[in-house]
């Protein structure tokens, strides 16, 4: 059975997907998206997710098909995974298996509470704990998995917690066997926090790392080779850009690129929205919230591009097949009390299909089961 599931999750390795964003980043338009003529129908996709009540004590990991011909996105459930109250569910999604964290009971203070787990059609299985709270794994084409693993500092002294002085605590990055959940470690240091952003085309883990002595993007090598480059601390919402070969995130006050190759930062917009929330799209292009919260936007050479197919609000692209994208839109005067609605969006048609999951749930997305990115 090992050996059957190792070979069904390689066999689950991202491939090139066919289908692009109609827009170019340099402006060109797409010859294939001419207007007026109808975009061909969009094809179905599978887009993987979490999904429970927010104060709830477990969370559903499914599998949503995605096809505009229908109101809705049907719905066919994994497995249930068991947590502690409300907890922070992250995740990633390799074809239909899914590796999840949750929070499980630990000593109160600490922020390693997390445990990966594997989810399959109809189970569970727990691979490592230890892992760093709300923290989302890389998994890469080939099947291995990364997280963000740590050990509590001591808490600094009350007149130093005063000034903001924050605890050091040791940080690990961790490959962990999918199948048996044995661990090894590939990058240590010490600071507050070792968050994994995303991978490169070489499978790269782009992992952000912020301490006393400031804050920089890691580019990891799984064979342990390490490139650094420092970034004004509170970068964050990290993706990988395949058409220009850069990390973009949000920095403050911007959207930023990083090129993997020169590790030259660059400046892509400028913004007084504090929740950009930009994503690379497989055109080059990249989706972030709008300026002033009017919705979603496309970024195209330096251009702001309001979009918006849900309306006014904060939106933010996470994941991608090539062409369906899964988009979590929060309103910008909400009549209810429900947490943000997650959807999936058709850029050439701009419209969006929602997921057949009470509107109380919350939503994780977790990526896209023909392969995508985070």
């Known amino acids: 059975m090992k050996r059957s599931l190792r070979i069904a999750l390689l066999s689950f390795a991202v491939a090139g997907v066919a289908g692009a964003i109609a827009v170019s980043r340099d402006g060109k338009r797409d010859a294939r998206a001419s207007d007026p003529a109808p975009a061909a129908a969009a094809p179905l996709a599978q887009l993987v997710f979490a999904h429970g009540e927010v104060d709830g004590f477990q969370t559903e990991v499914a599998i949503a098909t995605l ?32 590796f999840v964290v949750v929070s499980e009971e630990a000593p109160r203070g600490t922020s390693y509470d997390g445990a990966l787990y594997r989810v399959e059609s109809g189970r569970f299985t727990r691979l490592c704990g230890g892992v760093a709270r709300a923290a989302t794994p890389l998994v890469t084409k080939s099947g291995r998995v990364y997280v963000a693993r740590g050990v509590d500092g001591q808490d600094p002294p009350a007149d130093e917690a005063q000034k903001l002085v924050l605890r050091t605590d040791t940080l690990t990055v961790d490959d962990v066997d999918p199948i048996t959940g044995a661990t090894r470690t590939v990058w240590k240091g010490q600071g507050y926090q070792a968050f994994l952003g995303a991978l490169t085309a070489r499978d790269e883990l782009v992992v952000y790392h912020s301490s006393a002595g400031g804050a920089a993007i890691v580019l990891l090598d799984p064979s342990g080779t390490t490139r650094v480059a420092p970034v004004v601390p509170f970068a964050r919402d990290f993706s990988f850009d395949k058409v220009h070969n850069a990390v973009v995130f949000a920095n403050l006050g911007e959207v930023s690129s990083l090129d993997v190759s020169t590790l030259a930062l660059k400046t892509l917009y ?43 609000g904060d939106d933010q692209a996470t994941h991608t097949d090539g062409r369906w994208v899964a988009l979590r839109h929060s309103p910008k005067a909400p009549t209810t009390f429900d947490p943000p609605l997650v959807v999936g969006w058709d850029p050439l048609t701009n419209k969006t299909q929602r997921l057949d999951v009470p509107s109380a749930h919350f939503v994780e997305p977790l ?8």
């Open 67 to 98: 096809d505009l011909g229908k109101n809705v996105a049907s719905v066919r459930g994994l497995a249930t995974l068991a947590h502690t109250k409300g907890s922070a569910v992250r995740g990633a999604a390799l074809g239909e298996v899914a």
């Open 270 to 312: 400028r913004t007084p929205n504090d929740h950009p929330m930009p994503f690379a799209l497989p055109s080059g292009d990249v989706a972030l919230s709008s300026d002033g919260d009017k919705g979603l936007a496309v970024l195209q050479a330096g251009h702001h591009r309001l979009l918006s197919p849900l309306g006014d």
């Open 367 to 374: 990526g896209f089961v023909s392969g995508g990115a985070l």
